[in-house]
């Protein structure tokens, strides 16, 4: 079956080091986004990628990386310059000129200690 | 895009219609209106969407009122398994720069 898959579902990781979050997707969708969110909060967009070797960076991109070197998967790497990195990451794709919506991942909750 | 303005929590007794609504007083012409619910600690899911016509799926049903200003979602026997947080986004046509944006929601409770 066709979707989206984020690993690892759990993270834990020590203050100051970068970690990566992965996100890959069969469903031949051109773009890809990542949200993150806090408890209670809604959805706040961090990078999304419409095209291959582009992105864009969304409202909240300080202390975070993205790469999209193939149309199936982008990464998202937490900095150590990210000063609250403790959140529910989610990662999201669709299809272009088309109002169907996105397709979410499960998404991975990444602890900092 | 549009902002909406959604109840922050509701509640429903089980196997009765739960009635959402939405308010987006600004939308504009070509502007859809999506429903996605979020249960707890998974990722969205796409409910329906609707640009003038009332819809339905297997999900739901979305009403939209005539002059477009406010929307309702109905699941039309809750089930407890439909406890979650709805989210009313209203978007363009998903080209180049257009976003889904995810406000707070409305916080179901199914009880029995």
């Known amino acids: 079956d066709g979707g989206i898959t984020q690993s690892p579902k759990y993270l834990f990781r020590k203050e100051g080091q970068n970690v990566t979050l992965s996100c890959e997707q069969n469903?031949?969708?051109?773009?890809m986004y990542w949200y993150r969110q806090d408890p209670g909060q809604g959805l706040r967009l961090i990078y999304y990628s419409q095209i291959v070797n582009d992105f864009q960076k969304g409202d909240i991109a300080e202390g975070y990386s993205v790469s999209r070197e193939k149309k199936e998967s982008f990464p998202l790497t937490v900095t150590s310059a990210q000063k609250n990195p403790t959140a529910f990451y989610l990662c999201a794709s669709s299809i272009l000129g088309q109002n169907y919506g996105y397709t979410f991942g499960s998404g991975t909750r990444l602890t900092v200690v | 895009d549009a902002k909406t303005t959604q109840p922050t929590s509701m509640d429903c007794a089980e196997g009765r219609a739960a009635n959402l609504p939405c308010n987006h007083s600004?939308?504009?012409?070509?502007?859809?209106v999506y429903w996605y619910r979020q249960i707890h600690s998974q990722g969205p899911q796409y409910i329906i969407h609707g640009l003038k016509n009332n819809e339905t799926n297997e999900m739901a049903s979305l009403i939209i009122t005539e002059d477009r200003k406010s929307s309702t979602l109905i699941l039309p026997h809750a089930t407890l398994r439909d406890t979650a947080v709805y989210y009313c986004?209203?978007?363009?046509?998903?080209?180049?720069?257009?976003?889904?944006?995810f406000g707070g929601g409305t916080r179901l409770m199914v009880k029995p």
């Open positions: 986004i209203v978007s363009l046509l998903l080209n180049a720069g257009n976003m889904l944006t």
């Open positions: 469903l031949n969708h051109d773009a």
């Open positions: 600004t939308i504009s012409g070509n502007e859809y």
